[in-house]
């Protein structure tokens, strides 16, 4: 089975060890992949359920820490709990710079906001105020 968003393809979101590193050091560069390719804020919310909801990969292994001798609990939460924060901060980054290209305008008839997507590098619109 394949994700239809890239960068978490994996066969049926299959769980990695939580003490497998190189397992979970995959599983966070196919979602840091696939956060960095969301073109606009749809696309990254779908993005978000699919590297953290609960039957991302990660979610799937952070579970199974439960599971484990208690003497492994403690190495596979240092290996899953990094790895989950990363994700996390690189979903913060990605939302804070796709915001950016939004210029909020309210509309002079009936107030409603209108937003408008800008590629626009340069803070020239942003800087506008259209109050």
Same mark, same amino acid.
Request: aromatic share 0%.
């Given at each position: 089975?394949?994700n239809?968003?890239?960068?978490?393809?994996?066969?049926d979101?299959?769980?990695?060890?939580?003490?497998?590193?190189?397992a979970?050091?995959?599983?966070?560069?196919?979602a840091l &992949?696939?956060i @960095?390719?969301?073109?606009?804020?749809?696309?990254?919310k779908?993005?978000?359920?699919?590297?953290?909801?609960?039957?991302?990969?990660?979610?799937?292994?952070?579970?199974?820490?439960?599971?484990?001798?208690?003497?492994?609990?403690? @190495? @596979?939460?240092?290996?899953?709990?990094? @790895?989950?924060?990363?994700?996390?901060?690189?979903?913060? &980054?990605?939302?804070?710079?796709?915001?950016?290209d939004?210029?909020?305008?309210? $509309?002079?008839? $009936?107030?409603?906001?209108?937003?408008?997507? $800008?590629? $626009?590098?340069?803070?020239?619109h942003?800087?506008?105020?259209?109050?």
């Amino acid at each position: 089975m394949s994700n239809s968003i890239p960068g978490t393809d994996s066969p049926d979101n299959a769980a990695p060890n939580p003490l497998d590193e190189s397992a979970i050091a995959a599983a966070v560069d196919s979602a840091l &992949a696939a956060i @960095a390719s969301a073109a606009d804020l749809d696309a990254l919310k779908d993005v978000r359920i699919a590297v953290t909801g609960e039957k991302s990969p990660l979610s799937l292994a952070n579970r199974q820490i439960g599971g484990l001798p208690k003497d492994q609990k403690a @190495a @596979a939460g240092k290996v899953v709990g990094p @790895a989950r924060g990363r994700i996390n901060q690189a979903l913060a &980054a990605r939302t804070v710079e796709l915001e950016a290209d939004v210029i909020e305008i309210p $509309c002079i008839t $009936c107030s409603e906001v209108i937003e408008v997507e $800008c590629d $626009c590098i340069t803070s020239v619109h942003r800087s506008l105020d259209f109050t």
